[in-house]
């Protein structure tokens, strides 16, 4: 690819997305956007190249979008942050919302809804202790054919066996044919919608707790901080953000600060979280 059609896609998905495409992720355009152009019409991701110089269909940009953006995921990532949830945030959480019985969650990147589920997973798994809380999970993303993936809840076997310990795997999920389902209970607890960060999330209401994990790592400075700050906005005063393992806000905004002794996890800086609460609630 000629560095004029490199160019052409880094500013395209920078302007639309916030991600910052180097040089040695230009492999990315041929594998991801050749679908692409031949969904199109089109012979080459040179010939769409072509049209994208013209005034383009706003749908192919959305599509071109959507196959950069797209990332894998699986169910339980990473561990740490769920473990965090699990053991720290929602007892927490509970303690302190004990009299509301609500908690509101947001995966801020949810791709094909397994950190939701996930999460939804744990929740049921607490039992009786939730019993008539009022708990919602919103999962948000930028990719509309990622989004409907999730609402479905429908996993290959390869997905699901990818970080799903079995025995949650049989407890909430249907066996249909090659694939597994998420039970309807389940899929009920989470409202996926599309969203993208660049652009205005006022139509949010506040959260309790923000996932936004693995989506930092694509963007440049000033957009971090751009995204950062936003999300400080929609987090509840003694709420918690979860960032990937490779995140952090050190350097880039002063709106949050770390829990201490929680690699991942953030409260805001000038809210009412109070570390020795949550040190009584693990």
């Given at each position: ?20 495409l ?96 996930s ?88 959260f ?18 751009m995204?950062?700050e ?7 005063n ?42 009584v609630?693990?």
């Amino acid at each position: 690819m000629n560095i004029n059609d490199f160019d052409l896609y880094k500013d395209l998905l920078k302007k639309k997305s916030g991600l910052t495409l180097t040089p040695d992720k230009a492999y990315l355009i041929d594998s991801r956007l050749t679908p692409v152009a031949k969904k199109w019409g089109y012979d080459s991701v040179d010939a769409m190249s072509l049209i994208l110089r013209g005034i383009p269909d706003p749908a192919l940009i959305t599509d071109i979008v959507e196959a950069m953006t797209t990332n894998e995921t699986s169910f339980f990532r990473d561990n740490r942050p769920f473990d965090m949830f699990n053991n720290t945030i929602l007892p927490y959480l509970i303690k302190k919302r004990g009299i509301q019985k609500s908690i509101n969650i947001w995966s801020a990147a949810a791709s094909s809804g397994q950190e939701p589920y996930s999460l939804a997973m744990l929740i049921k798994e607490k039992g009786a202790v939730l019993n008539n809380w009022n708990i919602r999970i919103t999962g948000t993303d930028i990719s509309h054919e990622i989004l409907d993936h999730a609402r479905k809840g429908v996993y290959s076997q390869f997905e699901v066996q990818r970080g799903l310990p079995i025995q949650l795997l049989m407890k909430y999920f249907d066996k249909t044919e090659e694939t597994w389902t998420v039970k309807e209970d389940l899929r009920k607890m989470i409202q996926y919608d599309y969203l993208n960060l660049l652009e205005d999330i006022g139509r949010l209401n506040k959260f309790d707790i923000i996932f936004c994990r693995n989506v930092l790592i694509y963007f440049d400075e000033p957009t971090k901080k751009m995204v950062l700050e936003k999300l400080a906005t929609k987090l509840e005063n003694d709420g918690f953000l979860v960032l990937g393992g490779a995140e952090t806000v050190l350097g880039i905004t002063d709106a949050f600060k770390l829990a201490e002794s929680h690699r991942g996890l953030y409260v805001l800086r000038n809210g009412t979280f109070d570390a020795k609460e949550l040190a009584v609630a693990v």
